[in-house]
């Protein structure tokens, strides 16, 4: 593993630099002029109901869907909400009207319907979707008391709304819903090995069929020095999300966040764009050879390294053994392969308990 972030082709991502007000912000896969100019400090966290119209005049779910938005460790799928491509069509990418307007009908009370073209769509869509969040949610391999969407009020689908306003909420609230179930599938499939292992293969045919891997990310803000335990930049950037780092001076007396300091990005990016093919890595940079054994000490969540990365003494491994990563807060236990196995004891160290006859292998 180099010591860089590197992109998902394994080469330097794109980097910028942009002084917004009175922050620095750097941009990694995206630049920072996708940054929404309110986002000055992370916000409070608020209720997700509908809250009339957001700092830039638009309805509030559709201003959500379209900014990239702040990190939310309950909401940690929201980096993968999809951006439509140039032919995309479907109707909860259709984000500059609420609800597509020939689609409409209204009654001689001034009362407003959907269309049911339309709604029969919008209702095997979001069957669709929230059907493949519960095979996840359902499956052994989730955590028990893991974040998830919430569930569809399907109840206003088919009722008449009292004015224009009232269905344009309504349609925001609906594309809401669809891209956040598809960005929470997203996320699964990008960040979790063998994503597929316990799910129905109904909902497995389901999701491929999506093809989610071909759009484009929205991305996020990160605030580094609150949420840095919680975020592996490596794995957002290998899994094409632009993210966007708040940075202060502060964090440049932080050592575990050495690998991304300005002045190493810099110099990562004048030697990308010298490069030609975008290839760098830390043997290009013998000038910041000291950086980059002080970087070698930490891991990819900025936490220290405390051990050597040699398997304690008295462990075997071999294929026919059962291993599994478990939570002890009891939110978890996933089986996971020898080649992972090996991968964390090497990693983060391991000691070997022995109990009812049985050896355990505890990873730190």
């Known amino acids: 593993m180099d010591y860089l972030p590197l992109d998902h082709l394994g080469l330097v991502p794109s980097i910028d630099f942009r002084q917004i007000q009175d922050n620095f912000w750097i941009g990694l896969n995206a630049p920072c002029e996708l940054i929404p100019s309110e986002a000055c400090s992370p916000p409070q966290h608020v209720a997700s109901a509908f809250k009339a119209t957001g700092p830039m005049g638009m309805l509030l779910e559709m201003e959500w869907a379209l900014d990239t938005n702040w ?3 309950d909401a940690g799928w929201c980096p993968y909400l999809l951006k439509p491509m140039d032919d995309s069509s479907q109707w909860f990418f259709h984000l500059d009207h ?3 307007v020939d689609l409409e009908r209204a009654s001689e009370s001034g009362e407003c319907f959907i269309h049911p073209s339309a709604w029969a769509e919008m209702e095997s869509d979001i069957h669709c979707f929230e059907a493949c969040v519960i095979a996840i949610t359902h499956s052994t391999t989730f955590p028990l008391k893991g974040c998830r969407p919430g569930y569809y009020n399907y109840v206003p689908l088919h009722s008449s709304f009292d004015n224009t306003q009232a269905l344009e909420n309504f349609g925001a609230n609906m594309k809401r819903q669809v891209l956040d179930y598809l960005a929470f599938i997203n996320w699964w499939m990008s960040s979790v090995s063998f994503w ?4 129905p293969q109904v909902a497995i045919d389901a999701i491929l069929d999506l093809d989610l891997h071909t759009y484009p990310r929205h991305g996020v803000l990160i605030d580094l020095q609150k949420d840095w335990q919680q975020i592996s930049i490596p794995h957002l950037l290998k899994q094409r999300v632009p993210v966007h780092i708040k940075w202060n001076k502060a964090m440049n007396l932080e050592e575990c966040f050495l690998s991304i300091f300005p002045r190493i990005l810099r110099a990562l990016d004048e030697r990308r764009k010298a490069s030609g093919d975008g290839m760098v890595y830390s043997s290009h940079m013998p000038e910041y050879v000291e950086d980059f054994e002080i970087v070698k000490g930490y ?11 040699s398997v304690a003494q008295g462990i075997e491994f071999s294929e026919d053994m059962h291993y599994a990563v478990v939570d002890f807060q009891g939110w978890m236990y996933r089986p996971i392969p020898l080649c992972t196995t090996m991968e ?3 990693r983060f160290g391991s000691h070997i308990v022995q109990h009812n006859n049985q050896t355990l292998v505890v990873f730190h």
């Not at 597929?196 to 799910?199: E, P, Q, V």
């Not at 891991?299 to 990365?309: A, K, N, P, S, T």
Request: net charge negative; hydrophobic share 35%; aromatic share 20%.
């Open 71 to 73: 990190f939310n460790p």
């Open 344 to 346: 964390f004891v090497t």
């Open 299 to 309: 891991d990819e969540f900025f936490q220290h390294c405390v051990f050597d990365r």
């Open 196 to 199: 597929d292992n316990k799910l």
């Open 98 to 100: 609420s609800t597509p």
